[in-house]
């Protein structure tokens, strides 16, 4: 709340006494703007869903995105092989419901 209430204060000191022109203001706040956006396209990672990678059958990008919320939960070794054995059942399970959807359908 404090912080909010010194823009109040300092824009228009700004734009008085340090910027006479309003369009050095734009061009600064469009500076400013662009450091989120280069943050957000290099430097953060958001993970897929792991449930929409494992539909789509994109193993490796499961296994990424799995290693990096594991790096990011600081999980122990013994939690990432509960997970990888938990993540072979399922795909195990998949592989038999196709098999079985195949020779119905046949």
């Known amino acids: ?3 909010d209430g010194l823009v109040y204060i300092y824009s ?9 022109s309003t369009q050095y ?6 500076g400013v703007s662009l450091v989120p956006i280069f943050l957000l396209g290099f430097v953060f990672h958001m993970p897929e ?18 290693d990096y919320i594991c790096e990011m939960n600081k999980a122990t ?6 997970i990888n054995e938990l993540v072979e059942r399922y795909c195990e399970q998949v592989h038999d419901d196709n098999k079985q959807k195949e020779t119905v359908t046949i």
Not at 25 to 30: E, H, K, P, R, Y
């Open 1 to 3: 709340m404090f912080l």
């Open 25 to 30: 203001f734009v061009w600064i706040a469009l």
């Open 49 to 66: 869903s792991l449930k929409y990678s494992l539909m789509k059958k994109d193993i490796m990008r499961f296994e990424n995105d799995m």
């Open 77 to 82: 070794e013994a939690e990432r092989q509960a």
């Open 12 to 20: 228009p000191l700004f734009l008085m006494y340090i910027v006479k």
